[in-house]
């Protein structure tokens, strides 16, 4: 499905975005944004941690091998 591709790519971005402040104490998202506090910020941060509640789903789904057997 796209959107799992979608909500993938989102939870890798906000793993690269949390690696890049455990490791440098940089916010790139902020930084893209102008600001943690800033709408557009706030509103990337909100789509990568609905992306990682769907992704949790992800977990749980059978696989192609589960379902034909």
Request: charged letters at 15%.
């Amino acid at each position: 499905m796209i959107i799992d591709k979608i909500a993938l790519v989102l939870v890798i971005i906000g793993a690269l975005n949390w690696g890049s402040v455990g490791l440098f104490s940089f916010d790139l998202v902020a930084w893209l944004c102008g600001g943690p506090g800033v709408i557009a910020a706030r509103i990337i941060y909100t789509l990568v941690a609905l992306s990682g509640i769907w992704c949790v789903s992800l977990l749980f789904r059978p696989t192609e091998d589960e379902i034909t057997d």
